[in-house]
Structure formats: structure tokens, C-alpha cells
């Protein structure tokens, strides 16, 4: 890193630091807080997974440096201001630049193999054709446990690295991670969706011994994250939405080194959207529960729909948090989780994928307003999975200042 990348890097790092001491700031992470406590009060509108190779239009997010590592650097300072700018919502800007915690991880034994194809070069989502890894006994047998191990020297040297770029301008914070653990995400890749489907009906014996091994795969990476100091309660996104609660971490903890019952867990199964509640159950749902109980809260669901699934998710130890999918129907979904849990809802990123309709974005939010606040919801919104917005920036603009309105006009 060259004298004219760290005087790059510090020029941002003081448009960033006056930002973050913003009042703004704090009322919107106490807000969040509440959120995540289950108190009804105002909703927090996030924006995440943004295709930002679409977003640069007039130059605000191109990089000037060229080491790897300041590159990194500028490019947070860079999106943080811009969001700030233009689809500010109710972000967060911590008083501090975060390095998370390095370590080395050797795998499950088994890798994806696939074909992909894409319209956009320039664009990380792509259709995925995937190759079927785990089809018989012999495959399973190839699973092992990760060893996973911390990489306090790579943390030494990222620390010293960005300290010394930024030369106390801001504070630079050493951080671990919570947990997050998606078997089906992973054997959807590894297998291809279809033939995993197929098994569920045609070789459910088979489907159970993959959940052993993934079961396994899973208690063996919580312990050693934990084992090895690499797990953090003071996380900056909860799998893109607000992660600050008043739980966590655990009443008893002495301020040293945090444990899984510290944390968050982040669980989901996407594939499973065409599965039955009772199937959910089996497959899933009883070799997840007992990893869950090991952490504080959980946070559970993503892009598959959920609204007939409730009863059964009820069965999570430490449930605080249900993701509501563009796919679920809001008011069922309302009326089941009520005050026990955070409605956390997605709303369709469909609707900046093209021209965004004020029209349509209102009658979505206001649709999901009504539902909550008829059955006490906590609820926050959270756009994400945004794969295109067509090159138009502001479609993001539109549909962030229409959520406010909304908001606005159910909680004056």
C-alpha cells in the first residue's frame, strides 16, 4: 500500500467518521434493538446484497487503489457513502472499521461440480447446472469433518495494516462471526435440487444418513469456532438485517471470550419450499434443533415460504426471528407470529428488477403494514437478493423513499 493509497484511504475514512457520529446512528440501532426485542415500534428498512457493478453511474464507486488489501478498504468506504448519499433507509454506520477474524478451514472432503451461465459478465448471480456429488453410499462415505482453525497471524497483520492506513482517523475493531449453518443450501449444490427432491420420496433412509453427516459437519464447526475464539456476539448484519438485541450475549458472560450461547444462529432450508410441514420436520427441522439449542437466539428462513410452517418452527429452542418471504402470504404469517416473534419480511426485489412502480412497492409495504400492525407485529423490512435493478440506481431510490411514506402513514 503506496502514500497516495493510505491518503485515499483516510480522505474516506474522515467523510465516513463524520457519518457515523450522526445521531441517526444510534436511534436507528436502538430502534433495531427494540425490533429485535419484539417491541412494535417504528419498522427498520434495510437494503442489502445490492448489484453494485450496476450502481456506479457516475464514478462514485471506482476504485483508484490498486493493492488487494487498500482496494478492500475503499471499496466499504466507497458503498458505505453511497448508500448514505442515495438509499440511505435506516442503515447503521458503526464508529469504526471492522477486520473479521481469519481463519483456515479444510473442507468437507467433497466440492461442487458445475456448469454456469450468465447474461452479464460483470454479474455474480448466474444460473447454476450442478453435478449430482453424493448419489450413492460410497459418496456419503467421502464427507468429513472440518478442521477449522483460527489465523491469529493473518488477524496481526490485517490489523497492523489497516491501522497504519488509516492512522487513528477511525478506530479499527477486530471482530468474529456468528454462526450460520444451511445443510440443503449446501446439498441443493451439491447434488442438484431434482434428485435430492426425488430421494426425499424414493430413498428416505438414504436422505436421513445425509443428515447425520451434515449434522456432524455442523456440531464439528460450532465447536471449533468456538474452541478457537473465532465466534462474536457484536456482528454488523444478521445474514443482512439488523443483529443488535438486548439478549445476547448471556446474562453470565464476563466479558471475555464468547460462546455459542452468546450468539446468534442463522438457519434456513430453501429447497424445501415444496416440502410438507411434516417432511420439513424429518428432514430437517429434528438434526438443526439440537445445534440451534446450543446458541442464544435464531434467527430462521430465508426465500422459502414459511406461512404453513409456524407451527412446527415453534419447535426451535431460542426462536426470536422468522424470515418472511416475498412467496409467504403476509397476513398468515402475521397472525401466527404475533408479538412471540421479530416478523422479519423480504419484500419482492422483483419490483426493482425493471422500472420501479411507486404504485406496486405501495401496495406490497401497506398490504404487510396492515397485517402487523392488526396482530402486534415487530416487524422490519429487508430488501435483499437484489440480483438486477437494470442499470437504474434509481429504482433502489424509489423504492426506499415509498417505504418511508408507507411507514409514515401507518405510524403517525
Known amino acids: 500500500m503506496n502514500l497516495q493509497e493510505k491518503h485515499r484511504l483516510q480522505e474516506l475514512a474522515r467523510r465516513y467518521s463524520e457519518l457515523a457520529s450522526n445521531d441517526a446512528n444510534q436511534e436507528r440501532k436502538q430502534r433495531a434493538l427494540q425490533i429485535n426485542d419484539r417491541q412494535a415500534v417504528r419498522p427498520i428498512v434495510w437494503i442489502d446484497e445490492i448489484p453494485w457493478h450496476e450502481m456506479n453511474t457516475d464514478d462514485e464507486l471506482t476504485l483508484q487503489c490498486e493493492d488487494d488489501f487498500a482496494r478492500g478498504m475503499e471499496r466499504f468506504f466507497l458503498t458505505s457513502l453511497y448508500r448514505w448519499r442515495h438509499i440511505q433507509a435506516d442503515m447503521v454506520l458503526e464508529p469504526f472499521y471492522r477486520i473479521g477474524k481469519s481463519c483456515t478451514n479444510s473442507g468437507i472432503g467433497v466440492e461442487v461440480h458445475e456448469q454456469v451461465l450468465s447474461n452479464d459478465s460483470r454479474n455474480h448471480i448466474v444460473s447454476h447446472h450442478y453435478q449430482d456429488q453424493l448419489a450413492t453410499d460410497a459418496d456419503l462415505d467421502r464427507l468429513r469433518l472440518p478442521v477449522i482453525r483460527a489465523d491469529r497471524e493473518q488477524d496481526a497483520r490485517n490489523m497492523e495494516m489497516a491501522q497504519d492506513a488509516l492512522q487513528e482517523i477511525l478506530p479499527v475493531k477486530l471482530h468474529g462471526w456468528n454462526f450460520g449453518f444451511a445443510p440443503w443450501d449446501t446439498i441443493s449444490m451439491l447434488r442438484g435440487v431434482e434428485p435430492a427432491l426425488i430421494d426425499l420420496v424414493e430413498r428416505p433412509e438414504f436422505i436421513h ?141 422483483a419490483l426493482v428488477a425493471d422500472v420501479a412502480d411507486p404504485t406496486v412497492i405501495r401496495k406490497e409495504i401497506t398490504n404487510i403494514l396492515t397485517a402487523c400492525r392488526e396482530h402486534g407485529c415487530a416487524v422490519e423490512f429487508v430488501l435483499k437478493d437484489i440480483s438486477t435493478v437494470s442499470y437504474r440506481p434509481q429504482n433502489l431510490i424509489t423504492w426506499s423513499l415509498v417505504v418511508q411514506e408507507c411507514i409514515d402513514a401507518c405510524h403517525r
Open 209 to 349: 444418513r445425509t443428515m447425520e453427516k451434515f449434522a456432524a459437519i455442523g456440531l464439528a464447526s460450532m465447536e471449533q469456532l468456538e474452541q478457537e475464539g473465532l465466534l462474536d456476539q457484536d456482528i454488523s448484519s444478521l445474514h443482512c438485517t439488523p443483529p443488535y438485541v438486548s439478549d445476547l450475549p448471556a446474562s453470565d458472560w464476563k466479558g471475555a471470550n464468547i460462546q455459542l450461547k452468546d450468539t446468534w444462529f442463522r438457519g434456513t432450508a430453501q429447497m424445501f419450499s415444496t416440502v410438507s410441514p411434516a417432511m420439513h420436520e424429518e428432514f430437517e427441522l429434528q438434526y438443526m434443533r439440537p445445534l440451534m439449542a446450543k446458541c442464544g437466539l435464531v434467527y430462521y428462513g430465508c426465500c422459502e415460504p414459511l406461512d404453513n410452517k409456524i407451527d412446527v418452527l415453534r419447535s426451535i429452542p431460542n426462536l426470536r426471528k422468522i424470515g418472511v418471504s416475498p412467496w409467504a402470504n403476509p397476513y398468515r404469517c402475521a397472525e401466527q407470529i404475533g408479538r412471540d416473534y421479530v416478523f422479519s419480511c423480504k419484500p419482492n426485489p
